[in-house]
């Protein structure tokens, strides 16, 4: 009798060990699946101009004409919140006011005016680590592209695409390279910059 | 023929055989220079493709990114240098940065193999342990936690007479 309630018990023991080890298993693995620490896979695309007095950076005190003959200064910066490396292309194109953009179909040459079309803005980089995706106010870093210097100009290509318009829109175009066709593409990001045009 | 126009006519045949070689060579050069472009070029985004690979791993490769992005610009120098017929200087870049590109990916396939090694390493000692682990867990179940809930059993019932309720039996007959 001793020795068949000792047995029951064994297997009761033996049985409460191996859902233990179950129960703490499902824990774990749905904990890694649901808690994992996700920090994005995006890419940030920025506008911003240089504050002489204060020596910094800022996303304030953008132009706002374009002057014909003159030219106007603005900064871009990207910066690879992805995880993976990656090879960006900015290109920069002016556009009528009423032009729609979209987060599909990149402007094309019957549409806007590409500046800069035969010196484009390229760059390779590292993803951001952890630590750096927390701290947004950087400007520097192997995952920061810029801020780049981007002189926009007039010219009559640029007026002819207006077809007369009183505003402009400046339009930063973030294409991403694609290693299966060897080519870059239109990521869908983009900023902008809405310009009165003086002729 | 006179021996004036024997000597005019050499010379002028020899200005035309060298202006041709010289043609010729340039359209070698030319060729020469595009072909190390196009090799670069290709080079870079086999380099750019395992660049993506590898990150996706916890490689530290941020040295050889920016390396690769320097080549990219000797690439860049190549081609502006084709462009402006400056075809030795466009060949020199384009070598410089297909030399530059098998570097980095013979030190990315050495980081990829070092990290692989590493992993081997640290599952083959992770599933040790787990092993040794689970024997010594299940051994000292057997061995004392079994016998040790026994014992607290016995202490705890063991004295603990089954007494029947002989009345309510009899009564139930």
């Known amino acids: 009798m001793i020795k068949k309630i000792k047995a029951g018990q064994k297997k009761r023991l033996l049985t409460l060990s191996f859902f233990s080890v179950l129960i703490i298993s499902i824990i774990a693995i749905a904990s890694s699946v649901f808690f994992q620490t996700s920090n994005g896979n995006l890419t940030e695309l ?154 | ?33 595009l072909l190390a ?32 992005d320097d080549a990219r610009q000797l690439i860049f120098i190549a081609k502006d240098q084709y462009n402006n017929a400056n075809f030795t200087e466009a060949q020199e870049k384009a070598s410089e940065a297909i030399e530059e590109l098998n570097l980095i990916m013979n030190e990315l396939e050495l980081r990829k193999d070092t990290k692989q090694q590493n992993n081997t390493i640290l599952y083959s000692l992770l599933g040790v342990f787990s092993a040794i682990f689970i024997v010594l867990f299940f051994f000292s179940l057997h061995k004392w936690i079994y016998p040790w809930y026994i014992e607290k059993r016995n202490e705890e019932y063991g004295k603990l007479i089954i007494k029947y309720n002989e009345e309510t039996e009899i009564e139930r007959k």
Do not use: H
């Open chain 1, 46 to 199: 920025s506008l911003l101009t240089y504050n002489s007095s204060s020596q910094i950076f800022e996303a304030d005190r953008y132009p706002d004409t374009l002057e014909a003959g003159e030219n106007e200064t603005i900064f871009f910066m990207v910066k690879n919140f992805e995880n993976i490396v990656k090879y960006y292309q900015v290109q920069i194109k002016a556009t009528k006011i009423s032009q729609y953009i979209s987060y599909e179909y990149a402007l094309n040459s019957t549409n806007s005016y590409t500046l800069y079309r035969n010196d484009t803005y390229e760059k390779i980089l590292s993803p951001a680590t952890t630590s750096e995706k927390k701290d947004s106010r950087t400007f520097s870093g192997d995952y920061i592209w810029g801020p780049v210097n981007v002189t926009l100009y007039s010219n009559s290509l640029l007026e002819a695409v207006l077809e007369g318009e009183e505003y402009v829109k400046i339009v930063f175009e973030l294409w991403e390279f694609n290693t299966v066709n060897s080519s870059f593409i239109y990521s869908g990001i983009f900023t902008l910059l809405e310009l009165l045009y003086i002729y």
């Open chain 2, 1 to 33: 023929m006179k021996k004036g126009s024997k000597i005019i006519l050499i010379i002028v045949c020899s200005f035309l055989l060298t202006i041709t070689i010289a043609s010729s060579a340039e359209a070698q050069t030319q060729q020469t220079a």
């Open chain 2, 37 to 68: 472009i196009q090799q670069a070029e290709s080079k870079l985004y086999e380099t750019i493709s395992l660049l993506e690979d590898v990150s996706t791993t916890k490689i530290d490769i941020r040295d050889l990114v920016k390396n690769t």
